[in-house]
Structure formats: C-alpha cells, structure tokens
C-alpha cells in the first residue's frame, strides 16, 4: 500500500462501530470534517461520539495539520483568535477548505457502511477497443485484490470508457467508488457521462464552488483537494492525471489521497505521462502498470518535428517571430485545420497573438484571463483561427482538427509531459486522425528528444499489438 | 525564507549591499509583489483612485450628496486588482491571517508619507458579533496593530451586516448600521482592508462630524 505516493503513512484512529445503512447518519460516513461543516447539534454530536461512530481528534499536534498532514513550519501561521483569546495557530496550506485551528477539533465519521449493491449499474453501449478491454481487465482484478495499478493510456486512448467495466463490478459489489482528479474542468466533463452511463446510481461531483456539499455519494467524483475531507471513506480510488498539477509535485495531496482510501482498497492511477519516478517503479516491478499504447480511434499519434529557429529568442524579446516559423504559419494557414500554437509565457503569447491578428483572426489565452472559457468556445465553434496558449490547454481540452506549434520549445516550462501531453493535442478526431506538430527552438532539449522519443515508443507498442 | 504569499522560497540576494545595509528580509516573492500593484500617485485627491489626477465621479458624487465634506479624504496602498482580490478573499474570508505581513511594509510607509505628522486616532470598523466569531479576527482591527498603533472602538454596530449583498444605490439609501459609543477629540483616521464605494467609511464619518470631530480620514489596503 501507499508504493506510489512516497508519503508518510497518515495517522490511524481508534476502531469506529460501522454507521448502519439504514442510519440517517451514512450520509456523513468516512467524512474528516471541522465542526462548523458538520450540520448536526452539539446534542446529536456528543451522541454519535459515544456510539463511537465520530472520533474527534486535535487538529493541529506536533506541529501537523491533522486535515492535510502539512508539517513544514512556514506552512502554519498565528492569529489573534477572539474565539479562545490566544494567539491560536492554524494551517495554511489547507485554509482555502476553511480554517482548521488549534482550539478547535477535527471530526472522523466512520466510514464501514454498506453501500447499494446494483445488478446491472451500467447503461453504456458503446464498444471497447483491445486496448481498453485490456486495460479493463486490469482494472477489474485490482479492484478484487485491492491492489495498486497504474494505467499509462495515451493522450486519446479513451480512458473514462475503459473504467466502466470496473466500477460496474465495484458497484455490483456495494462497493464506494471516488474518481478524483487535480482539475476541477474534469469534474465538470465527467459528472455528465457517469450520469448518463449510471444512470440508477447514486453520483455526485464535488469540487471547490460546486453546488453539491455533502459527498456523501456511493460513486463520488471529486477534485484530489476534496480528499482532505475524508478519511478510509473508499474502497476503490481512482486518481485521474496522477501526474498533473497541482497533484503530482503536492505531497500533502497524495497523503490526502491515501488517506482517503480504505486500509484494504483498490488504488487505480490514470496518466498519459507518468514522472520518473513512476516509470522507475513501474521497471523495477515495484509497481503494476498497464499500457494502451493506441488511441481510441486506431491511428497512430502524431510524432512532433524539431525546426532549428536560431533567432527565435531575439525576435521574441523584440515581439516579433523569426520568418521561417511566420511562413510555417501562413503555410498552416492554407490547410484546414485550426492552429494551436503554444507560447512559453503569458507575454510571449499576448505579443504573438497582437503580431498575428494583422493578417489572421487570433486571440491569447493563460490561466488568469477572465475570458479563458469564451475563448476557448469560440476557438472550438470556429470563430478563430488560431489560438495562441501558455501551457494551460496542454490537456484535458479536445478540438477535433488542430495542427500544434510550439513556439521556444526549449523554455523550461516546456517538459517532457508538457510536450507529450501538447503533442497529443492533435490528431483527436476519427475524421483527421494526423494533425501536424512542429517544436520550434534554439536548440534540442533532452525534454523535446525525450517527448519525441516517447511518442515514437508508444506508437511501436501499439503496431505490435 | 518563504514567500507569504505562494510559498516558494524566496532566496535572499547575497552581495555586498544588501550585506551592508542589512536590508529587511523579502517577505514577498518577485512573482507575486509584481502581480501587487501599489497605487500611483497622484490618484483622484479625495479617494485614491488611481485613474487620473483629477476629483473622480463617485467623488464628486458624494460631495453632492447629503454626505458632502465628511471625509477629507482616502489614502489607498493597492489597487484592487483580480489578484489582491483573491489574497483579500483568502486573508478575510478563509481567514488566512499571516497575508497580512504580505501587505505591512508598503502599507507602512504609505500611511507614514500621508498622517506623519499628524495627531491623530485611529479608528478601527467594527464587526458584528456573528461575523466576527466566523473569522475569529477583525481586519480591520489587525491592519492598525501592524501599523504600530492600538485601535480604538468609536463605534457599534445597530443590527445585522448584509451590506455586500445589496446594491450599491440601496447601499446608499441606506440607513447608517453604526452608531457611537465614544467621544472624538481629535482628527480621526479610519482604517478598513477596502474602499469600494466609499458608504461605510461616510457612515462613520458622519457620526463622527456630527459629534465635533475636526476632521476624517481613511485609510484602507485597497481601492
Ligand atoms: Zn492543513
Ligand atoms: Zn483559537
Ligand atoms: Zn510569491
């Protein structure tokens, strides 16, 4: 247990009595939760703590966060509290949940409740490619050894599809079932299709401003910062993009996440791009894997091509482009596909988008623009023609027909998974399966060989199948 | 050290200047104090507003109104940008307290350069009892102990606050939520984490002329 996620194993609490199924209290089951996010009286409270179905534990003790696990010292702050008179510590790396403080306790739930256990809980039609089933398969034996598993799938292999063999078995099981994900725009793309392929089960989403608060739901879809709100809740986790931010560099998210899990469950991870450190495990045996090294549609992915711009960087600080990269562009231009074209700053995007919008219908885009989510509608209904991006749409987002340019990709912002995952951009749709992908820089980078290498790779494994 | 703010860490630059100078630590990030941004002077005169030298509408708005000549004039030390309203929602709302060493030393000298000389008592806008045990700090309460003064409590407030959840003109119809408890003698500087509108601190202010004192002033993080 834990392989994965070299954390400090978190704390363990006393036996709880299981909360009956029929209890009005299941609805708080494997909660983590501060008193004023509890919406019971002092009365009932008391009550559950002496049935031993609520443990209250200190928030704050030698110096860690009893919610998070933060345990670094510029991590926690003081304040004058009214509340108790002192100058009170609290957590800041979790304060964005809501204040945890040292005056105030923490509350578990008890977690070993029965959930429903469904016949026949999914209502999807569609069909699984070889990859899928297999990666399927994999998934389904996990979940009955409770055991650990890593599913390194391509940028558009299909992975939701290829979980719903799995948590069909995990609900016919009564099984409880969190997918949990860094981004909240996957919470949001992923409550609708779980709802409509399960559509008599219990679902719910829950992230930051959602409108659902209570997750008390047998298949819970969530962002990974929710898990600091439950405690040995799931028996099956599955962690979608264990390699993007803000997940894959937090350990106090992963140590959430374990958390989160049962002592005995099934811990699934999704990546098209695992760390080092993953794939080091995953070689010396430590850590199972399954790959689906195709897309969903059968064609390969896109191989990027390297394109020397010597002058790149002396053009960009002027806010120009060197000529070659502006006739690869007007090139482009000439075809059908829409250009996504990846800036190395919000800067260098705003400059290249103003240089472009005289000859072009163009606009920006980075992680702070008010207008991010318009701008990518209009993009997607075909309003622009080229959309120049930071780093912010290297995933997650599909536009059916795009050809990818990346501009300075030797910028340090530009990593071997930023550049798999931006490469992946193209190519989506069965209709135009090979979008074209151009790194444009001042010199090849072991992150672009690496990126470059890495597509080949799993092009060669998914011919071989 | 840490940046205050996003927590990376914040190297301290070692040469002989700063070696010699003993320049006060960096609590603040590149990154970050960049994304901050202080208000140019000079702004509108009587708020701070910090788009053009010239009495600002809402200004001349107010010298119109019923509240004409209540407040001298607002002092602001940033402008209140999408980023200080994120850091204003997490240091008030999510009660993040520490941001607050984010904001004191640019907020420091701002009020040095504006009341130096002045003899003056600093007022702090009280909060009612509910809101507050919800926070467990006043704000405003906090931002006069970090400009190395002690607040003094004028005021009380009559009901509930739901002030943010109307508009602004109902705002200003409104009737004044405050009254005084205490007798002021000499000019007053109000001290509050925003001026949006501008209606609180005219409330207070009110109350204040009305009972004698010779001059009001505010002084707030944000505008
Ligand atoms: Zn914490
Ligand atoms: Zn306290
Ligand atoms: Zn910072």
């Known amino acids: 247990m834990l392989h994965l996620f070299n954390v400090k194993s978190p704390h363990s609490h006393p036996q709880l009595s299981p909360i009956p199924s029929n209890s009005p209290y299941k609805q708080l089951s494997g909660r983590l939760l501060t008193r004023n996010e509890i919406p019971l009286d002092e009365n009932e409270l008391q009550q559950l703590i002496q049935h031993e179905y609520v443990y209250k534990l200190p928030s704050i003790t030698s110096n860690r966060c009893g919610r998070c696990g933060a345990d670094e010292s510029h991590l926690f702050g003081h304040f004058p509290h009214c509340v108790c008179g002192c100058s009170c510590c609290y957590c800041r790396n979790c304060v964005m949940m809501g204040r945890v403080t040292e005056c105030e306790s923490l509350y578990i739930f008890s977690s070993c409740t029965a959930f429903k256990k469904h016949e026949a809980p999914c209502n999807w039609e569609g069909n699984l490619t070889i990859g899928q089933q297999n990666a399927a398969e994999r998934i389904i034996s996990s979940i009955k050894r409770k055991e650990e598993l890593l599913v390194w799938a391509v940028c558009g292999a299909g992975k939701t599809e290829m979980l719903f063999p799995g948590i069909t078995y995990a609900l016919r099981q009564g099984l409880r079932i969190c997918i949990a994900t860094p981004r909240t725009d996957v919470v949001r793309e992923l409550l609708p299709r779980l709802q409509s392929a399960f559509a008599d089960v219990d679902i719910q989403g829950l992230y930051g401003d959602s409108e659902e608060k209570l997750g008390s739901a047998q298949l819970l879809i969530a962002t990974t910062h929710q898990l600091y709100r439950y405690t040995h809740a799931f028996d099956v986790v599955i962690i979608d993009e264990i390699d993007a931010f803000p997940f894959h560099n937090d350990k106090s998210l992963k140590w959430a996440a374990s958390r989160a899990a049962k002592k005995a469950s099934a811990q699934i991870y999704l990546t098209a791009t695992p760390r080092k450190e993953e794939k080091k495990r995953i070689r010396k045996k430590q850590l199972s894997a399954v790959f689906i090294p195709s897309r969903f549609h059968g064609h390969p992915l896109p191989v990027p091509k390297l394109k020397l711009t010597p002058t790149l960087r002396s053009r960009l600080s002027k806010g120009a482009l060197p000529s070659s990269i502006l006739s690869h562009i007007s090139n482009q231009r000439k075809g059908k596909r829409q250009l996504l074209l990846f800036a190395s700053t919000i800067q260098s995007a705003e400059n290249i988008a103003s240089l472009l919008s005289l000859h072009y219908s163009v606009k920006s885009v980075h992680a702070e623009d008010p207008e991010r989510a318009d701008k990518i509608n209009s993009f997607r209904n075909l309003e622009i023609d080229i959309l120049v991006t930071t780093t912010i749409l290297e995933r997650g987002v599909t536009f059916p027909s795009v050809d990818v340019f990346v501009i300075d990709a030797g910028h340090q912002v530009f990593d071997e998974a930023a550049l798999v995952q931006i490469s992946g951009r193209a190519g989506r749709s069965p209709d135009d399966p090979d979008g074209r992908v151009i790194f444009f820089h001042i010199g090849k980078t072991e992150a672009m060989l690496e990126a470059q290498a890495a597509i080949e790779k799993m092009n060669l494994k998914a011919k071989k199948q | ?223």
Request: net charge neutral; with cysteine; hydrophobic share 35%.
């Open chain 2, 1 to 223: 050290m840490r940046c205050i703010i996003c927590f990376s860490p914040v190297l301290p630059s070692v040469d002989w200047t700063t070696f010699l100078t003993l320049q006060k630590p960096v609590k603040v990030c590149l990154q970050c104090s960049d994304k901050l941004s202080g208000i140019e002077e000079p702004g509108c005169p009587q708020c701070g507003r910090a788009d053009g030298a010239e009495v600002c509408y809402d200004c001349e708005r107010w010298e119109r109104s019923e509240y004409a000549g209540v407040l001298t004039k607002n002092v602001a030390v940033f402008s209140y940008n999408e980023f200080a309203k994120e850091l204003v929602a997490r240091w008030k709302y999510r009660g993040d307290f520490t941001l607050i060493e984010a904001f004191t030393e640019a907020a420091q000298k701002k009020y040095k350069n504006h009341f130096h000389s002045m003899e003056a008592d600093l007022a702090a806008i009280p909060l009612s009892k509910e809101r507050l045990w919800e926070r467990g700090f006043n704000q405003s309460e906090a931002l006069i102990t970090q400009l190395g003064a002690s607040p003094l409590s004028f005021f009380k407030r009559k009901g509930s606050e739901k002030q943010s959840k109307k508009g602004r003109m109902e705002r200003i119809g409104g009737e004044n939520p405050f009254e005084l408890i205490g007798k002021p003698e000499r000019p007053v500087i109000l001290v509050d984490d925003i001026y949006t509108t501008g209606m609180t601190v005219r409330h207070l202010g009110r109350l204040l002329c009305e009972a004698g004192c010779p001059e009001v002033y505010s002084f707030t993080l944000f505008r």
